[in-house]
């Protein structure tokens, strides 16, 4: 009840011109951690509990969306992570041949690059763009590249495991869209606007696999077309080839600046 009458109080709220403007750029710092595991014919080797990968890395997101048309929005992704670690292996384990005793000294290196271009159609849209208050309800469809790189080194024994792999993605979801003015409430912020997507959907290239993705974000608007930006992604997937399966992702927070023109 509370939450409803809330995002009704919302939807109330005066304004003009939000978000009419055609073309949005999003640049920041994401600071996500990699977790999961890898597995090439043994047992998984967790990136958390049998080696430690999971170093938080500093990675610049660039988002970019256009409005060419009215229910539109075709948006463009990339990201290049990579992240290195070394210590004392936990467990047993075999990872593509090579044995890794508990005790073992390790070293490894993760990179996952990616681009992604997708379309959403505002289909429900009790409240249009361009108006006092916006609310919109979107299906998306898009397409992702990945590419991975495992590497993985037993010191103890001087053997090593490297894997270079890449995959096309077509996924499908839901995204909302909502903001209204704030100036009659806040005098320093123009507008306030929320945003969210799932999507999910199935690896192509090598043995195949799947992955799926949710973001969430809130920016404000301090003068017109410049927004502070505060945000989560997640990035999950799943990859195969021959006995190697990827089975790993990224997640963080996001924060940066909105330039709307």
Not at 9 to 24: E, F, I, R, S
Not at 74 to 96: E, I, Q
Not at 159 to 181: E, I, Q
Request: charged share 15%; hydrophobic share 40%; glycine share 14%.
């Amino acid at each position: 009840m509370i939450i409803t009458s809330v995002f009704a109080a919302a939807l109330c709220m005066q304004g003009t011109n939000l978000d009419t403007d055609v073309a949005t750029l999003r640049i920041g710092a994401w600071l996500p951690r990699l977790g999961g595991t890898v597995t090439d014919g043994g047992g998984a080797v967790d990136l958390e509990t049998n080696i430690d990968l999971r170093s938080r890395e500093d990675v610049v997101l660039v988002e970019f969306e256009l409005r060419p048309i009215e229910h539109l929005t075709v948006s463009l992704t990339a990201f290049d992570f990579s992240t290195t670690g070394n210590g004392s292996f936990a467990g047993n384990k075999t990872f593509g041949g090579v044995a890794f005793n508990d005790g073992d000294l390790w070293n490894g290196k993760t990179t996952m690059q990616s681009v992604s271009a997708e379309a959403a159609w505002d289909y429900w849209r009790p409240y249009p763009r361009g108006g006092s208050t916006m609310f919109t309800l979107s299906p998306v469809v898009g397409v992702q590249w990945y590419g991975t790189s495992f590497e993985l080194q037993n010191d103890t024994s001087a053997l090593s495991v490297t894997h270079d792999n890449s995959w096309l993605a077509l996924y499908g979801g839901l995204r909302f869209d909502l903001g209204w003015d704030t100036r009659q409430q806040i005098s320093w912020i123009d507008s306030f606007s929320l945003g969210a997507e799932f999507t999910a959907g199935a690896l192509l290239g090598n043995d195949g696999g799947s992955l799926w993705a949710v973001q969430a974000g809130v920016a404000l608007e301090f003068t017109k077309g410049f927004s502070g930006y505060f945000g989560y992604r997640l990035r999950e997937m799943n990859g195969e080839d021959g006995q190697y399966i990827f089975d790993a992702g990224l997640q963080g927070i996001y924060a940066g600046v909105q330039f709307r023109f």
